[in-house]
Nanobody
Framework: VQLQASGGGLVQAGGSLRLSCAAS????????VGWFRQSPGKERVFVAA????????IFGDSLKGRFTISRDDAKRTVYLQMNSLEPEDTAVYYC?????????????????????WGQGTQVTVSS
């Protein structure tokens, strides 16, 4: 599985961005895809994830409500829609995937659970 993250950029506080994670591989629909972010000088933290087989989702603390995660199977792409962005959301955003999961598996917020990682995309929110 190869992942390509895109969609980052510079946005003013209160604005929105949609990040994309395009995945290769024949087992896309049997994967879980997660988003993480890393701010300067800080550890990488979990943002959101989806089990593409069941559609179940989880979100990082306090992000649900501003962020949503969705998918387009035809495009083999998972999206992270980010609304009401704040300067604290400034970070490099990474997508990650775990392949061949079953319907009942709940994605986790642990980096080690994910097998594949894409390159990051920079999101900068100005005040």
């Amino acid at each position: 599985v190869q992942l390509q993250a895109s969609g980052g950029g510079l946005v003013q506080a209160g604005g929105s961005l949609r990040l994309s994670c395009a995945a290769s591989g024949r087992t896309f629909r049997s994967s879980a895809v997660g988003w993480f972010r890393q701010s300067p000088g800080k550890e990488r933290v979990f943002v959101a994830a989806m089990n593409l087989k069941s559609g179940s989702t989880i979100f990082g603390d306090s992000l649900k409500g501003r962020f949503t995660i969705s998918r387009d199977d035809a495009k083999r792409t998972v999206y992270l829609q980010m609304n009401s962005l704040e300067p604290e959301d400034t970070a490099v955003y990474y997508c990650a995937a775990r392949d061949r999961i079953i319907w009942s598996v709940q994605p986790t917020d642990e980096e080690d659970w994910y097998e594949y990682w894409g390159q990051g995309t920079q999101v900068t929110v100005s005040s």
